[in-house]
């Protein structure tokens, strides 16, 4: 039983409810002052989100949780979908309190001569050794532009180099893509960070290491700080470093070890890094990009200046088009969220995106959920479109087949104007699963606000009226 059921007020109750509720109206006109010269930055079409965003600053300083039940006692907003209308919502529950006193998939491309290629046709059988001595048939399915498509019931092992035999003669397999190997980490294994991101051997004779960037980096490491790679599948300390180089002991791996493979994440939460989120690569581009996109996504947001960084050097191409995607990824960027949010506002189009995989890292997955939230109120406030992304439907995309975790993740992005997919063999099939989830989940919920629509998937009791079929809604 809670002991704070929400009960019927008296007078001397309903006079301290209208009071904390001026208080709180109070608050708002202190918080524009505070957020004034922000405020006045931004886009004139973001000016009433801007002015939105602080006030609903101000009332999250305070603890609401006593005054929401006694506002529901009275038949009132409890103010818990106040976000997109803080001033607004304040304000109709003063007007009534007064009332009541009396006053929300692809196939794998093999390069082969064009002559060679030419030769084959419907139902040819094409053998090869692969690389690994086994004996394997591909047979030739169909002849399409600029190709063939080939079929085998068994997996195939090719390389630059492999020979392959069809009806007239031999082929030699071209330069195919380098297949990344990954290093094979395991608890007790010590990984050097270095700033030199060429490749490196992966073979067991030679200790592992990796690339890391930007190599400013390197000069904030010590000895105890965590390290999380892949989105923290595998995770270490740093136990020694120097000028362009660190020594990571992992700590957490899969019982037989975890595979790392390229271009993957690193995360380092406890290390402080006073650097631009624009790199000089970056700056670089820019000019490229404002010529031919229409967005430009920021990553690794962690201040308002990093954005400051970005609208400055877009300015120095003569850019006032781009709309700006701001990724918020780290501890650093959800604590200077309201500041952020206000510096990317100076632009006309604005958004936000939430990167679920990189935010679990470094805030921890058991905070994962509630800093969720915060940034989604945070947003709504602030009167801008949200991203849910990282890792949505990943297994079905990947694999074809969904957790069910996933899936309720998925539902949850109906909250957000938009739902990012990651790449996989079958992401059509994850995109069309995706809008039947949020096709019916949006008759449920609008951004964070409950729709009551009627239901009609359980049986009607006897005694509402004459009989009828059940039905069931998708």
Not at 75 to 102: F, M
Not at 201 to 229: K, M, N, S, W, Y
Request: charged fraction near 25%; glycine fraction near 8%.
């Amino acid at each position: 039983m809670s002991g704070n059921t929400p009960h019927a007020a008296d007078g001397e109750d309903l006079t301290a409810v209208a009071h904390t509720v001026d208080d709180l109206r109070h608050a708002l006109v202190t918080a524009e002052s505070i957020w004034r010269p922000q405020i006045d930055l931004v886009h004139p079409h973001h000016r009433a989100g801007a002015l939105n965003l602080a006030h609903y600053w101000a009332i999250r300083q305070h603890d609401l949780r006593d005054l929401q039940p006694r506002l529901a006692a009275l038949g009132l907003s409890s103010l818990g979908r106040s976000e997109p209308r803080v001033q607004a919502s304040l304000d109709a529950v003063a007007r009534a309190i007064g009332a009541l006193r009396g006053e929300r998939p692809a196939a794998p491309a093999v390069p082969v001569p064009a002559a060679w290629l030419g030769g084959l046709n419907a139902g040819d059988a094409v053998t090869v050794r692969d690389t690994r001595a086994a004996r394997r048939t591909l047979a030739v399915e169909s002849v399409q532009p600029g190709g063939v498509l080939a079929r085998t019931d068994r997996t195939v092992y090719l390389a630059t180099g492999s020979v392959l035999r069809g009806p007239h003669g031999p082929a030699v397999v071209g330069l195919l893509p380098p297949v990344p190997a990954g290093l094979l980490l395991r608890s007790g294994d010590v990984l050097t960070l270095t700033a030199d991101c060429a490749p490196a051997p992966t073979d067991a004779d030679r200790p592992p290491r990796i690339g890391c960037t930007p190599p400013e980096v390197f000069a904030h490491l010590e000895a105890g700080q965590r390290v999380h790679l892949d989105d923290g599948k595998i995770s270490g300390v740093i136990v020694g470093y120097g000028p362009d180089r660190a020594e990571v002991r992992i700590t957490r791996s899969a019982e037989r070890g975890t595979r790392l493979r390229e271009a993957k994440g690193i995360n380092l939460p406890d290390t402080h890094l006073p650097l631009s989120a624009l790199a000089a690569a970056d700056r670089e581009h820019l000019r490229f990009v404002a010529e031919h996109a229409d967005i430009v996504q920021m990553s690794f947001v962690r201040s308002a200046r990093d954005v400051d960084d970005l609208l400055q050097a877009l300015d120095e191409c003569g850019d006032d088009r781009l709309g700006l995607i701001v990724k918020i990824e780290s501890v650093q960027g959800f604590v200077n969220l309201p500041e952020i949010l206000l510096a990317a506002m100076r632009r006309p189009h604005a958004s936000v995106m939430i990167a679920c995989g990189d935010l679990a890292v470094e805030c921890g997955y058991e905070r994962l959920a509630e800093v969720q939230e915060e940034i989604l109120w945070l947003c709504e406030a602030a009167h801008l479109p949200v991203i849910w992304a990282t890792q949505v439907l990943d297994q079905l995309a990947r694999r074809g087949l969904p957790s069910r975790a996933e899936i309720t993740d998925a539902a949850m992005g109906v909250r957000a104007e938009c739902v990012m997919l990651n790449k996989g063999p079958h992401v059509t099939e994850a995109v069309d699963i995706l809008s039947d989830i949020l096709t019916r989940m949006s008759g449920h919920q609008h951004k964070k606000t409950p729709l009551l629509r009627p239901l009609r998937s359980w049986r009607r009791h006897p005694a509402a009226g004459s009989p009828r079929e059940r039905t069931t809604e998708p």
